[in-house]
């Protein structure tokens, strides 16, 4: 085993001394009375020090004395006493003359083999540039947070109005079958508003499906169901939350399902519910729009796809899932499946 020979005292110092030299960043060595061993010539550029007056100086009257701030001296001092170190301590540079620097200090005791000397080692980064640029940030992010809510406000408004003429059209045509593409198309866009509705409430990235689907429900319910007590809409999910991106499209399912089956499900006054069922398992969920109103027609012939179902199809293929129809008995049952395709992958093939 090699024996390890602790250097002179004076020839850890000249390595000390030969670091700060070739040190591209803001270094300074003091001893224990916090007076200037050395500093490096980029704490001298950077801050505009002397370099040919600053060793043996006190750190406090560096400069014009910018430098002789209390709390740094009480910290310097207790980190020399050997009591604390400094890490990450930040002050506000002032001089005559100059831009106020923001400054971020640290300061360890060095061990040397003369232990009856001193030596302080302090660091010094200048982060009043990476500090502006974050405030720039934050600004444009608070800009287009404030700019995308009046857009919000605007496509409300917009779709309210749309809404409103779409109605008012429908009221007054005399062609049945045109009456009731008005209306349907009222029923569309009332939806996608209170999809929209419900995310521009949201302020972050993700979406928490439960309350986002009970606000969606309850809109949609408080716009079509005339009498709760005849109809109602009950939802059942889990606590997901998901993208943004992806709550959009399973918020116009939703409604898609909904409004269907208002208005197919429960003809002549009939009572029922609908219920909106929403679970995950891993990587695979599950939505289902189920209700117990009476139930797909006898004739499958008679079922021609509307708008809705194609709707319903295209963004299911957007979210990678399958459809599937089933006669509930009473009532039908929709359900749209998303499955992880590595873990369909790996599963074992059948002999």
Wanted: negative net charge; proline residues 3%; charged residues 20%.
């Amino acid at each position: 085993m090699t024996a390890v020979i602790p250097l002179h005292p004076e020839a850890s110092l000249s390595l000390a001394l030969a670091v700060i030299a070739s040190s591209g960043a803001p270094i300074v060595l003091l001893d224990g009375n916090l007076c200037v061993i050395a500093a490096s010539a980029s704490f001298c550029d950077a801050f505009l020090v002397d370099s040919k007056s600053v060793e043996a100086k006190q750190f406090s009257q560096l400069g014009d004395g910018e430098w002789n701030v209390a709390q740094l001296s009480v910290l310097l001092e207790a980190t020399a006493a050997g009591m604390a170190d400094v890490h990450g301590y930040e002050m506000d540079l002032k001089r005559p003359g100059q831009d106020t620097r923001h400054l971020v200090l640290s300061a360890q005791k060095l061990d040397y083999a003369d232990t009856s000397k001193v030596r302080l080692l302090l660091t010094v980064a200048d982060v009043t540039d990476a500090r502006i640029a974050e405030k720039v940030k934050d600004d444009l992010l608070r800009d287009k947070a404030i700019l995308l809510q009046e857009v919000q406000h605007r496509v409300a408004n917009s779709l309210q109005i749309i809404a409103s003429i779409l109605l008012q059209s429908a009221r007054k045509v005399q062609s049945e079958e045109t009456r009731t593409h008005l209306k349907s198309a009222h029923s569309r866009v009332m939806s996608i508003a209170a999809v929209q509705q419900q995310l521009a409430a949201s302020s972050v990235g993700e979406v928490e499906l439960r309350s986002y689907f009970e606000q969606l429900c309850r809109s949609l319910g408080a716009s079509m169901i005339h009498d709760p007590e005849q109809l109602s809409i009950e939802v059942n999910v889990d606590k997901t939350v998901t993208d943004a991106n992806i709550s959009v499209s399973l918020g116009l399912v939703v409604t898609e399902l909904v409004i269907n089956a208002l208005k197919h499900a429960f003809p002549n006054q009939r009572k029922g519910k609908i219920t909106v069922d929403y679970h995950t398992k891993g990587k695979d969920w599950t939505l289902q729009v189920g209700d117990d109103g009476i139930g797909m027609p006898a004739n499958a012939d008679d079922a021609k796809p509307g708008l809705g179902t194609g709707i319903v199809e295209a963004l299911s293929n957007q979210l990678e899932a399958e459809i599937t129809v089933v006669n509930a008995m009473p009532g039908t049952k929709v359900s749209i499946t998303h499955r992880d395709e590595a873990v369909v992958a790996d599963k074992p093939k059948a002999a």
